[in-house]
């Protein structure tokens, strides 16, 4: 029976989805006898879009592997609610850590990966198993930033310190707690496509300056389209909005005037994934995270962020990557009132950084997981 390795994966937002099924086709890709499950509540389509297997190599089953934090919408979180939600689960942690055990024996797992949820290591220790951390922070560390999390802190920690191995990635706090670390380099979403090659495909227009609006699931309600429309000299790429239609003005070329609708689905269906949609735009308007940074970072793309609410990996982000790509802040007034020419302007005005990092961080994963079975 082949060797098979089980992620449990954050279903907070697509960062941690995206990086480890980069590790996960870096390993498919060298082992044709190694079976990869995924235990997470990221959605079904992102796995069946972007993992590069056919067959019974990869599955993904539902599983509640953590609580993230809970998002009012793309970018407020409700700090309240986000701990009583750790607490809650932290309570009923022992039973879930001893029943996915049980899913671990039965499936024969070699090893254990976890990005980052402590379940993943817990259910690794009573099966017996190899555990090992992977990400670029912990959630011990997010959590100690709230009122009134000291509990979950604590409990979350010592299972945290029974992992054999941490695989840490750039822009990186707590951690502190694990015994043994392994710095990688970034684990991003490199594109292989030609950004005119991709623009045609969508249907973009050929040299015209192009802007990516990436928000995730959430999208971004509230913000004023009708000023976005009118910016001079860019086309706007934006899915999750409310129809072009209900906007005055002529529709043009399907687009009114800077906005273009992008469908995403239809995208996925014509074989193009969403890094080579970053690849063929000059910038990304988004939140700061760690999957859109390594994206923008892979793809010499531009990235516009603006603030998230008291997260506190933000700090770490907006202080680490000016150092390696492009970036510029808007703040949510200037941001959601469409006033974003000067903000465009002055970041595509930027020299690019000196600093150019390393991008092999799925490989070097791939190789020491492999190592360890």
């Known amino acids: 029976m082949p060797p098979t390795l089980v992620f449990y994966v954050s279903g907070h937002g697509f960062g941690h989805a995206s990086r480890v099924i980069e590790v996960i086709n870096a390993i498919l890709a060298r082992r044709n006898d190694v079976r990869v499950i995924a235990r997470t509540t990221a959605p079904q389509w992102l796995f069946d879009r972007t993992v590069r297997s056919s067959g019974p190599s990869f599955a993904r089953f539902e599983l509640e592997t953590d609580t993230g934090v809970a998002q009012i919408d793309s970018l407020h979180l409700d700090e309240q609610a986000t701990v009583a939600r750790a607490r809650d689960f932290m309570r009923t942690f022992e039973d879930r850590a001893t029943a996915e055990a049980a899913f671990l024996r039965q499936h024969r797992a070699a090893l254990v990966v976890a990005d980052t949820p402590p379940l993943g ?4 220790r009573r099966a017996g198993v190899p555990a090992v951390a992977l990400g670029n922070f912990t959630w011990d560390w997010i959590y100690a930033a709230y009122d009134g999390a000291g509990d979950v802190v ?8 029974q992992a054999d191995l941490a695989l840490r990635l750039p822009m990186h706090g707590g951690f502190d707690v694990f015994p043994q670390i392994l710095d990688l380099p970034f684990v991003a979403r490199r594109s292989a496509r030609d950004p005119i090659e991709t623009r045609r495909a969508l249907g973009l227009p050929d040299r015209q300056p192009l ?12 913000l004023d389209l009708e000023a ?7 086309g706007v790429l934006i899915s999750g909005s409310r129809p072009l239609a209900e906007l005055p003005g002529p529709v043009r070329d399907g687009r009114r005037g800077s906005l273009i609708p992008l469908d995403e689905g239809a ?3 014509a074989g193009i994934r969403y890094e ?3 690849r063929s735009v000059e910038a990304v308007v988004s939140k700061p995270g760690y999957g859109i940074i390594a994206e923008c970072l892979a793809n010499s793309t531009a990235l516009l962020y603006t603030s998230r609410g008291r997260f506190i990996e933000y700090d770490v982000l907006a202080a680490e990557m000016p150092r390696f790509l492009r970036a510029r802040y808007i703040d949510h007034a200037d941001l959601f009132a469409g006033r974003w020419q000067g903000h465009l302007d002055a970041l595509l005005a930027q020299p690019a950084p000196a600093e150019q990092p390393p991008l092999d961080g799925a490989a070097v994963a791939a190789a020491r997981l492999l190592d360890m079975i």
Do not use: T
């Not at 290591?121 to 690794?124: F, L, P, Q, V, Y």
């Not at 976005?228 to 860019?234: A, W």
């Open 121 to 124: 290591i817990a259910a690794a």
């Open 154 to 161: 604590d409990a979350i920690r010592p299972v945290y310190q």
């Open 211 to 222: 802007v990516l609006v990436s928000f995730g699931g959430y999208g971004l309600e509230g």
């Open 228 to 234: 976005v429309s009118r910016l001079d000299g860019y």
């Open 267 to 269: 995208m996925y269906n």
């Open 276 to 278: 080579d949609v970053v």
